[in-house]
C-alpha cells in the first residue's frame, strides 16, 4: 500500500483539483433553493427557461442528425476510400475540429434569413464544426470489423444487404456514439448560437450571471448552477451511445483493413463535395472576407497580446493536460480493476458539466486571497480553467492507447536496471508517441479555440484570441474576424503538423 | 524507486508551473489594472498610446458586447473583498453611478478633469466623451418619425433595440424615466413590448440587423451606427429633434485598488482633454464632453450630428434613484 501512496495523493490532488470548485458551487446552490424554494421553478420552468431548453434541445438533436449525414460518407471514405481520399479525409476531419465553433459562425453572422430562421443556420454551423466526431467513429468501426465476418456477409449477400444487415449492426454504435458525442457538444456550446440569435443554455447562463441585478456574493453563481443543473443528465443522455460504442470497439473485433469491400470513386466524390463543403468553404468565406494586407496586418497587430497569451496557454495546458493524463492513466495500471474504474468515472463525470458552469465554479473556487498569485495573474486562471474543461477528454484519448500496452515492457525494462523513468522514456512513451502528439495536438487546438470558460476566468491582460473574435463579431467587423479566425486556424494546422512531424523525426 | 519516479515527475510539473505562473504574474512596480467596457477594438489603441505617455504598464480587462459594462461592475461588486482591478473605464455612465452609491469607488478629484463641465464630474468619477442613442432606418421613410417615442405604433414594426438590462440600453432607458418620470417610461416600453420590439444582444446587432433590412427602425448608439456606416452599408440616421439622449462614458478609481498611485496617474491621462480628443479621433460617434455647445464637435464620421446639440443635460445624480424603480419592472416586461 504505502508503495501506492504517491499515485494515490495525484490520483486525491486530482479530484480535489476537478470537484471542490463544483462541490463548493452545488452546496450554495442547494442552500440558496432550500431557503427560497421558488428558484428551483423560476431557474428551471419559468417560460423564458423553457425557450431556452427547447432551443438547445432541437439544436442537439438537429446537429446530430446533421453531422451523421455528413459524417458517415467521410467515415467510410477514411476507412476504405483510396490512398489519396483517405489523406484528405484525414485532413478534413482535423480542420474543423481544430476551429472554435464560433469561427464557423462568423461568415454566418451577416447572411440573409439567419435572423428569422436562427435554428437551421446554428445547426448547420454546429454540424460543419463536429461532423468529424460522426466520420472518425464511423470510420474507426469500420476498419476495426473483422475481417472473415465481412468476407462471409459478402459472400452470402449482396453488398447492400450484407452492410446495412449483418455489418451494420457492428457500425452502427460507433455512428449513434459519435451522434450522441455530437449532441452532448451541442449542449455545451454558447458562442455560435447566441451569434446566430439561437436560443442556449450557456449564454443564457451567462448572461443570467453577469444581469445588473446587485445580488448577495455568489447568488448570481449559485442561480447559475441551479439552471445548470440538469445540463450533465442532458449531455449523459446523449454520451450513452457512445459507451456503448467504446465497448463494442474495446471487445475482441481488430483486423485488418479488408480486400473485399472497396469505397467507390463515386463515393470518394461525395465525401470529398462534403469535405469541400466545410472546411474548404469556411476557408473561403474567411478569406473572401480579408481586406487589404496591411488591414490585415493591423487587425492581427492590434491584438499582438492575445496572440501571444493564445500560444502561451494552450502549449502550456496542452502539455500538463496530455502528460498528467499519462501519469496518472500509467500510475493507475497496478490498481485493482474496481479502484481504476471509481478513479476514472469520478475524473471523466465533472467533464458532463457544462463549461459556462465549470467557469463560475471556479471563480468561486479560486478567488480567495490563498489563491492571490494564480487568480491575480493574466493567464493562471485561463489555464486553470483549461484544465479543469479538458482533462476529461486527455484522459479520455488517452485511455485505450495506455489500456493497449503491455505492462511488462516496463517492468523488464526495470528488471533490466533501468530507473523508472527511463524504462518509460524509453520503452513506453515511444510507443505512445503517436497517441501523445494525437492528444497534444487536440486539446492545444481546443485550449487555443476555447471560449466558454475563459470568458468568464481571464485576468485583466490575459485575453485569447476567440475573445477578440467573439467581440468584432457582435461589433461586425468582418475582415477582423476574418484574419483573426485564419490566424487561429493556421496556428492549430500547425499545432498538428508540429505535433506529429516531431513524432515522425522522433521515431 | 517507483516512489521516486512518481515524485520526480510531480516535482518537474509542480517547477514548472511555479516558474510560469511566476513568470505570468506582473510585479513591476508600473503596473496598473484596468477594467474596460470601452469597445476592445477602439480602446486598445488608446490604451497603447495611453501606455507610451504614462510609462505604465497597463493590464486591461474588457467586457464582453454581449454583457456590455454591466458585467464588469458585477465582477467589480464580485471582487469586493480582495479587489484586483484598480480603475474602471466605463462606456456608460449609469453603472459608475451605482457603484459609486455602493461604496466601490475612491474619491478623487483630478486636475485634468477640472474643465470638464460640472454635471459631467462626481467626487469619485469623471465623464470621458459622450455617444448618443440614435434612431436609425435602412431607407429614407416617407412618413415623419419625429422621436423614438413614436416607436410603438404597430405600423411602424419591426422595431429593435438592445437589452435594455445592459450598457448604453440601460442608461437610456433611465434617462427616458428621468424625464417622463416612471409610470410613462414603464408604459412606453410595455408598449414597444406589444408592438413585439426585437431585444438583440448587442446595439451593433441592432444596426445591422436595420441595415439588412430585417428591422424597420433601430435604436442604436452612434459609434454602432457609423461603424455600419464605413463598412458600407445602407443605414439613415433619422435627425429626431426630441427625446435624443447623450450617454457619457466615465473614468474611476476603485476603492482598495492594489496600485493606487499607478491609478491616479492613469485616471488623469484617461480625463485629460487630450485623451477625449484622441478618444473621439479613434471612435467615431464619440463627442467631447468639453465643447458640447460647439457646432464642430458634433461632425463625426462625415455626419452631421448637431441636432443633438439641443440634448437636454440631465440630471445623473438622480439615476441610480431612477434605475432601482425601473430594474425590476423593465426585467419583468422583457423576461
Known sequence: ?507 | MKKSFFFSIFSLCLCASVVFFSACQTKTDNRVVLYCSVDEVYAKPLIKQLELQTGLQIDALFDTEATKTAGLANRIRAERARGRADVFWSSALLQTLLMSEEGLLEPYDSLNARDLPPQFRGKDWAGVGTRARVLVTRTPQSFDVATVAHLTGGSLKPVGISNVQFGTASDWATTLASRWGTPKTLHYFRALKTSDVRVLPGNGDVARQTAQGVLRFGVTDSDDYLALQRQGKSLVLMQTDKDNVLVPGAVSILKNAPHPENAKKLFDAIVSAQNETALTKQMPGVFSLRRLNQKSNWQSGGVDFSFLMNTPRDNYAKWPQTWRQIREPLNQIFR
Request: net charge positive; with cysteine; proline share 7%.
Open chain 1, 1 to 507: 500500500m504505502p508503495r501506492r501512496f504517491p499515485s494515490l495523493f495525484a490520483t486525491g490532488a486530482l479530484l480535489f483539483f476537478l470537484w471542490a470548485p463544483l462541490i463548493q458551487l452545488g452546496a450554495r446552490a442547494a442552500i440558496l433553493a432550500t431557503q427560497n424554494p421558488s428558484l428551483w421553478r423560476e431557474s428551471l420552468f419559468s417560460s423564458a427557461s423553457r425557450a431556452v431548453w427547447v432551443g438547445t434541445l432541437e439544436l442537439c438533436i438537429l446537429t446530430a442528425i446533421v453531422a451523421t449525414i455528413l459524417g458517415v460518407p467521410v467515415g467510410f471514405c477514411l476507412a476504405r476510400g483510396p490512398k489519396i481520399a483517405r489523406f484528405v479525409a484525414a485532413i478534413g476531419c482535423a480542420l474543423p475540429l481544430g476551429v472554435p465553433p464560433v469561427i464557423v459562425a462568423a461568415p454566418f453572422v451577416s447572411a440573409r434569413g439567419v435572423v428569422d430562421f436562427p435554428l437551421p443556420f446554428a445547426v448547420w454551423t454546429l454540424a460543419l464544426s463536429f461532423y468529424p466526431l460522426v466520420a472518425l467513429a464511423t470510420g474507426a468501426a469500420i476498419a476495426s470489423l473483422p475481417r472473415g465476418e465481412e468476407e462471409a456477409a459478402l459472400l452470402v449477400s449482396s453488398a447492400r444487404r450484407a452492410w446495412f444487415g449483418v455489418l451494420g449492426r457492428r457500425i452502427w454504435p460507433a455512428i449513434a456514439g459519435g451522434a450522441g458525442a455530437v449532441a452532448a457538444l451541442c449542449a455545451w456550446e454558447m458562442g455560435a448560437p447566441d451569434l446566430l440569435g439561437q436560443p442556449s443554455f450557456g449564454m443564457s447562463v451567462y448572461r443570467a450571471l453577469n444581469s445588473p441585478q446587485v445580488l448577495a456574493p455568489g447568488e448570481g453563481a449559485a442561480r447559475a448552477a441551479l439552471s445548470g443543473a440538469p445540463v450533465p443528465l442532458l449531455a449523459l443522455l446523449f454520451l450513452l451511445p457512445s459507451l456503448r460504442a467504446l465497448r463494442s470497439f474495446s471487445g475482441d473485433t481488430q483486423g485488418s483493413p479488408t480486400l473485399i469491400s472497396k469505397f467507390s470513386w463515386f463515393g470518394a466524390g461525395a465525401a470529398g463535395l462534403i469535405l469541400g463543403l466545410s472546411p474548404g468553404w469556411i476557408l473561403w468565406e474567411l478569406v473572401s472576407s480579408l481586406e487589404s494586407p496591411a488591414a490585415t496586418w493591423n487587425a492581427i497587430a492590434a491584438n499582438d497580446d492575445a496572440l501571444v497569451n493564445t500560444l502561451l496557454s494552450a502549449t502550456f495546458s496542452a502539455a500538463i493536460l496530455t502528460f498528467g493524463a499519462l501519469f496518472l492513466l500509467i500510475s493507475w495500471r497496478r490498481w485493482p480493476a474496481k479502484g481504476r474504474a471509481f478513479a476514472l468515472a469520478a475524473t471523466l463525470l465533472p467533464g458532463l458539466v457544462a463549461p459556462i458552469v465549470v467557469g463560475v465554479a471556479l471563480i468561486e473556487w479560486w478567488n480567495r486571497a490563498l489563491f492571490a498569485p494564480l487568480y491575480d495573474s493574466s493567464l493562471g486562471m485561463v489555464i486553470i480553467g483549461h484544465a479543469a474543461r479538458f482533462f476529461p477528454l486527455a484522459l479520455a484519448l488517452l485511455w485505450a492507447p495506455v489500456a493497449r500496452l503491455n505492462p511488462d515492457l516496463g517492468s523488464a525494462a526495470q528488471n533490466l536496471g533501468a530507473s523508472p523513468l527511463r524504462a518509460l522514456f524509453s520503452t513506453e512513451i515511444p510507443l505512445l508517441s503517436l497517441a501523445l502528439a494525437a492528444t497534444f495536438a487536440v486539446v492545444w487546438a481546443l485550449c487555443a479555440g476555447e471560449l466558454s470558460v475563459t470568458v468568464l476566468v481571464h485576468g485583466p491582460g490575459g485575453d485569447t484570441l476567440p475573445l477578440p473574435i467573439f467581440n468584432l463579431l457582435h461589433a461586425g467587423l468582418a475582415a477582423d474576424v476574418a484574419a483573426l479566425c485564419l490566424l487561429l486556424m493556421a496556428l492549430c494546422g500547425a499545432a498538428m503538423g508540429l505535433a506529429f512531424g516531431v513524432v515522425r523525426k522522433w521515431r
